[in-house]
T-cell receptor, first 115, second 111 residues
């Protein structure tokens, strides 16, 4: 998993606070994907971004969640007014181009706990 | 709608024997298939992939088989080693789209 950097590794928030999760893709990768893993479940797609562009956000809840991947700096997944159900592991992955023939490389995730 | 399915949540195999992990998919547009391995508290690690123009791809102890007519994918690990104990996810995609993941199979290799 070296290369895709996520921080923080662990994040604790009280209900109603905001959570900001950061992801720096591997060098040379311009495509970023965010996935969420709830306890005892698989990986659920949230959003797919290129630099300054959201390609697919069909997995994002309509409210409270947003994502960006600016021209400079890391990709940010932002959760406003967190609730207990947001507690999960959030994984970021990157690839050098679109999904045709190139695997995703994952970070080690951010584990969000909402108290 | 779960487009990629792993129907076996867990599998136990003796060290040295073959491990076979299975995956089914429903979307005929998928043209690129992958297997990932995941240890607790870590992100998934890419293992092996196969494109739809092939039916087999091998990398050391790992072989992936693709049966397009049955929409079925399998991962063979031989010989299995205790360090292979992890959760294995299959995934599928086609150009420009998200990667769809199965729910995972927890493999335990018994020494």
């Amino acid at each position: 998993n070296a290369g895709v950097m996520q921080n923080p590794r662990h994040l604790v928030r009280r209900r109603g606070q905001e959570a900001r999760l950061r992801c720096s893709p591997m060098k040379g990768h311009s495509h970023v994907y965010w996935y969420r893993q709830l306890p005892e479940e698989g990986l659920k797609f949230m959003v797919y971004l290129q630099k300054e562009n959201i390609i697919d956000e069909s997995g994002m809840p309509k409210e409270r969640f947003s994502a960006e991947f600016p021209k400079e700096g890391p990709s940010i997944l932002r959760i406003q007014q967190v609730v207990r159900g947001d507690s999960a592991a959030y994984f970021c992955a990157s690839s050098p181009r679109d999904s045709g023939g190139s695997p995703l490389h994952f970070g080690n995730g951010t584990r969000l706990t909402v108290t | 709608d779960q487009q990629v399915k792993q129907n076996s949540p867990s599998l136990s195999v003796q060290e040295g024997r073959i491990s076979i992990l299975n995956c089914d998919y429903t979307n005929s547009m998928f043209d690129y298939f992958l297997w990932y391995k995941k240890y607790p508290a870590e992100g998934p690690t890419f293992l092996i992939s196969i494109s739809s123009i092939k039916d087999k791809n091998e990398d050391g102890r790992f072989t992936v088989f693709l049966n397009k007519s049955a929409k079925h994918l399998s991962l063979h690990i031989v010989p299995s080693q205790p360090g292979d104990s992890a959760v294995y996810f299959c995934a599928a995609t086609w150009a420009g789209n998200q990667f769809y993941f199965g729910t995972g199979t927890s493999l335990t290799v018994i020494p």
